[in-house]
């Protein structure tokens, strides 16, 4: 890594500055569009040889991964504190841990997962045969990802599309392309086949070249809802596979039985961790009336006892934002809260003191509902906390968003809580805990409405990765009974079926029991009547 004052951009490449102190970090060519496509014309011959690579080989490359993750922990952190601006002791929590125990997830339970399930018919005339599920690669992803985890979220796509048998073209953010650069040579060092992973680098039209390239048959896309939409529309083309994981504008319920002081320290951590910058970030805060002057005085002192700072510097809770656009809405967004009503109890402000990325944790104190601030996806320090009634009103307000990736629910009440979860439209409920599900591989990450679609993570994660193929076996001796001609005597012996298999009375049953008995030896040389008979018992019931 190079590390100087700043230097102007050269033509075709991405210069990338740290967003802590400014300093430039490195220069990345830009992939030229032709190179795209023959990257992706070099992840199709890649995949025809990873498909056949036995599953253990594969476990294998992931068991290498794991030590070179290990080893390389530390560089891993420092460059992602400086390239995107989470404290480095975040940097190992949020990155890396998820990371970790994805690979670990999958170490120990892809062979189970990868099992071909076996599908026994249900209908009483295919009784006799053998079916079974198999999961099938897509082949080359292209995986499209933000700057805000620029090592964790694409670490865990490519590990589950690795052990899914599938390949990846990794397009990240042009803010962190050189923790892409990082994550490719990991998988170098781990044995990985030299083209499994390619890096294309660059930003929108570098990601549409891969989207729309054919040989690319799926998508996987973090990023935002904006973003998605026209990912959406293009993947529609193929048609192909697409994922999106988008926005978000989270929002946290607590409950008048609440331990005022945990919550409290909850929820300034889930506001302000990666200075709030993450989809799931608690932006919106729904109190119940009786608790609300208490819990947002103790919010208030949790978020004014943060150490805001360079992400190096040790003891620092919150950095930086990851450019001045980002740091130009946070503000745009809270002085429109301040001037419909809001009350801002604390932050509001830049930290210029030490640097033009600094943001102030910040509480709106009652912001109108209408407010941007309220509804826009803010990714800043920054969280209003309004006042409600009930559970009743609470719901109506977390679910009003266009939004729905993660809600919590902060009570001591397990009752109350179960009762609440199914009722808000979002892809993940947690109790008295909020956005750390990312770091649980077994757990399903993803949201709905406008924050989405399909989920990473777990059993359900994976297959999402994979393409469902079905496979039927008969080896039969004789014509299967609805094969050409389609005699008078075939309708009867069908219809009286129909009315064993769907009719709920017994009368009539009992009926078309005795119309099909005359037909039996009929039946019998078509099928295999000691399997098919019972079935139709079962049904008969
Ligand atoms: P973004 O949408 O601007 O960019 C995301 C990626 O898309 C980048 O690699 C970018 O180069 C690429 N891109 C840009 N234009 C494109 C186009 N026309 N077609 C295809 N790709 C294009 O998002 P961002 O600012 O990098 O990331 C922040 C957003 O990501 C936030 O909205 C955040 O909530 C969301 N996010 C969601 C999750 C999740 O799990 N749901 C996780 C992290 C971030």
Same mark, same amino acid.
């Given at each position: 890594?190079?590390?100087?004052?700043?230097?102007?951009?050269?033509?075709?490449?991405?210069?990338?500055?740290?967003?802590?102190?400014?300093?430039?970090?490195?220069?990345?060519?830009?992939?030229?569009?032709?190179?795209?496509?023959?990257?992706?014309?070099?992840?199709?011959?890649?995949?025809?040889?990873?498909?056949?690579?036995?599953?253990?080989?594969?476990?294998?490359?992931?068991?290498?991964?794991?030590?070179?993750?290990?080893?390389?922990?530390?560089?891993?952190?420092?460059?992602?504190?400086?390239?995107?601006?989470?404290?480095?002791?975040?940097?190992?929590?949020?990155?890396?841990?998820?990371?970790?125990?994805?690979?670990?997830?999958?170490?120990?339970?892809?062979?189970?997962?990868?099992?071909?399930?076996?599908?026994?018919?249900?209908?009483?005339?295919?009784?006799?045969?053998?079916?079974?599920?198999?999961?099938?690669?897509?082949?080359?992803?292209?995986?499209?990802?933000?700057?805000?985890?620029?090592?964790?979220?694409?670490?865990?796509?490519?590990?589950?599309?690795?052990?899914?048998?599938?390949?990846?073209?990794?397009?990240?953010?042009?803010?962190?392309?050189?923790?892409?650069?990082?994550?490719?040579?990991?998988?170098?060092?781990?044995?990985?086949?030299?083209?499994?992973?390619?890096?294309?680098?660059?930003?929108?039209?570098?990601?549409?070249?891969?989207?729309?390239?054919?040989?690319?048959?799926?998508?996987?896309?973090?990023?935002?809802?904006?973003?998605?939409?026209?990912?959406?529309?293009?993947?529609?083309?193929?048609?192909?596979?697409?994922?999106?994981?988008?926005?978000?504008?989270?929002?946290?319920?607590?409950?008048?039985?609440?331990?005022?002081?945990?919550?409290?320290?909850?929820?300034?951590?889930?506001?302000?961790?990666?200075?709030?910058?993450?989809?799931?970030?608690?932006?919106?805060?729904?109190?119940?009336?009786?608790?609300?002057?208490?819990?947002?005085?103790?919010?208030?002192?949790?978020?004014?006892?943060?150490?805001?700072?360079?992400?190096? /510097?040790?003891?620092?809770?919150?950095?930086?934002?990851?450019?001045?656009?980002?740091?130009?809405?946070?503000?745009?967004?809270?002085?429109?809260?301040?001037?419909?009503?809001?009350?801002?109890?604390?932050?509001?402000?830049?930290?210029?003191?030490?640097?033009?990325?600094?943001? /102030?944790?910040?509480?709106?104190?009652?912001?109108? @509902?209408?407010?941007?601030?309220?509804?826009?996806?803010?990714?800043?320090?920054?969280?209003?906390?309004?006042?409600?009634?009930?559970?009743?009103?609470?719901?109506?307000?977390?679910?009003?968003?266009?939004?729905?990736?993660?809600?919590?629910?902060?009570?001591?009440?397990?009752?109350?809580?179960? @009762?609440?979860?199914?009722?808000?439209?979002?892809?993940?409920?947690?109790?008295?805990?909020?956005?750390?599900?990312?770091?649980?591989?077994?757990?399903?990450?993803?949201?709905?409405?406008?924050?989405?679609?399909?989920?990473?993570?777990?059993?359900?994660?994976?297959?999402?990765?994979?393409?469902?193929?079905?496979?039927?076996?008969?080896?039969?001796?004789?014509?299967?009974?609805?094969?050409?001609?389609?005699?008078?005597?075939?309708?009867?012996?069908?219809?009286?079926?129909?009315?064993?298999?769907?009719?709920?009375?017994?009368?009539?049953?009992?009926?078309?029991?005795?119309?099909?008995?005359?037909?039996?030896?009929?039946?019998?040389?078509?099928?295999?009547?000691?399997?098919?008979?019972?079935?139709?018992?079962?049904?008969?019931?």
């Amino acid at each position: 890594m190079r590390s100087s004052a700043h230097a102007a951009p050269r033509e075709g490449h991405l210069t990338v500055t740290s967003p802590a102190d400014g300093r430039t970090l490195g220069e990345v060519p830009i992939t030229p569009l032709p190179e795209v496509a023959a990257a992706a014309e070099r992840a199709a011959r890649a995949f025809a040889d990873w498909r056949r690579t036995p599953l253990e080989t594969r476990l294998g490359r992931l068991r290498r991964l794991r030590r070179a993750l290990i080893q390389h922990r530390h560089e891993i952190a420092e460059l992602v504190a400086l390239e995107q601006g989470k404290p480095l002791t975040e940097a190992l929590l949020l990155e890396l841990i998820p990371a970790l125990d994805t690979l670990s997830y999958l170490i120990h339970h892809a062979p189970r997962l990868a099992e071909s399930p076996a599908a026994p018919p249900h209908n009483p005339f295919f009784q006799g045969r053998r079916a079974h599920y198999r999961f099938k690669p897509y082949g080359p992803w292209a995986v499209i990802t933000p700057w805000n985890y620029p090592f964790a979220i694409p670490f865990v796509q490519l590990i589950s599309l690795a052990i899914t048998g599938n390949v990846a073209l990794l397009k990240p953010s042009p803010y962190t392309p050189l923790t892409a650069q990082k994550i490719a040579q990991l998988f170098q060092e781990a044995g990985f086949p030299p083209n499994w992973v390619q890096l294309i680098q660059g930003g929108a039209a570098q990601a549409e070249a891969l989207i729309t390239h054919p040989e690319v048959r799926g998508v996987l896309f973090t990023g935002s809802s904006a973003t998605g939409r026209k990912v959406m529309a293009l993947a529609a083309q193929g048609p192909k596979k697409v994922l999106l994981e988008l926005g978000g504008k989270d929002a946290a319920i607590v409950l008048d039985d609440v331990n005022l002081e945990l919550s409290a320290r909850g929820i300034a951590w889930a506001a302000t961790m990666n200075a709030g910058q993450t989809c799931a970030a608690i932006e919106r805060v729904y109190v119940q009336e009786r608790i609300y002057p208490g819990f947002t005085e103790r919010l208030q002192a949790e978020l004014e006892a943060l150490r805001v700072g360079h992400p190096l /510097a040790p003891g620092v809770d919150v950095g930086p934002l990851i450019a001045p656009f980002q740091v130009e809405k946070v503000a745009r967004l809270v002085e429109a809260a301040r001037a419909q009503g809001g009350q801002v109890r604390t932050g509001g402000r830049r930290l210029e003191a030490l640097g033009p990325h600094y943001y /102030a944790p910040t509480l709106v104190a009652n912001p109108p @509902a209408e407010t941007p601030f309220m509804c826009e996806e803010a990714f800043g320090p920054v969280v209003g906390v309004v006042p409600v009634r009930d559970e009743v009103e609470a719901v109506r307000a977390v679910n009003a968003s266009p939004y729905g990736l993660t809600a919590s629910l902060w009570t001591q009440s397990s009752r109350r809580a179960q @009762a609440l979860a199914p009722q808000l439209d979002v892809g993940v409920v947690t109790v008295n805990h909020h956005a750390d599900t990312y770091a649980e591989a077994a757990g399903a990450w993803g949201g709905v409405k406008g924050s989405g679609f399909g989920r990473t993570h777990g059993p359900f994660g994976l297959l999402e990765l994979v393409q469902l193929q079905y496979i039927s076996e008969a080896y039969p001796r004789a014509p299967a009974l609805w094969w050409y001609p389609y005699t008078e005597r075939l309708h009867r012996v069908i219809d009286a079926t129909l009315i064993l298999v769907g009719e709920p009375g017994l009368s009539r049953k009992l009926l078309a029991a005795v119309r099909l008995f005359p037909h039996l030896g009929y039946l019998a040389r078509r099928l295999p009547l000691h399997r098919v008979l019972p079935a139709l018992l079962r049904y008969a019931r």
